[in-house]
Every structure is written in structure tokens, then in C-alpha cells.
């Protein structure tokens, strides 16, 4: 969606602030989706420490989508 809000704006369709409110639109939910993840790796690795499990890289949450 934003690729097409970028030539869009490049082939003059959509003004500057639509553009720049899509923009900010897509940062702040790629910020949220960050902060997420952080969460559940601080998550999981409260629940290996309970368990007594020791963390090890596969489980250090670093799968992409």
C-alpha cells in the first residue's frame, strides 16, 4: 500500500499531506509491531527462567514473518 502512496505521489494523484499522514500511519505500526516483539521475547524468557529452562537461540524469537 505505501509503495503505491509513493508513486502515486510521485505521478502527482495524491497531495503531500495524504502521503505524509500514510507514512506516518505505516511507521507507527511498524514501531507497534517492534514493541511486540520485544514483548514476547521478554515474555519468553521470563517464562524459560521460571521453568528452568535456559534459553538458547532458537527460541531468542528472531523469526520473521
Avoid: F
Avoid at 509503495?3 to 505524509?20: F, N
Avoid at 505505516?26 to 507497534?32: H, N
Amino acid at each position: 500500500a505505501i509503495r503505491r502512496s509513493e508513486l502515486a505521489g510521485r505521478a502527482g494523484l495524491v497531495d503531500a499531506l495524504a502521503y505524509a499522514n500514510a507514512r506516518a500511519a505505516l511507521l507507527a505500526k511498524e514501531a507497534e509491531r517492534i514493541a511486540l516483539r520485544q514483548q514476547i521475547a521478554e515474555q519468553r524468557v521470563a517464562l524459560q527462567t521460571l521453568l528452568g529452562i535456559a534459553p538458547d537461540a532458537t527460541s531468542s524469537g528472531h523469526q520473521e514473518p
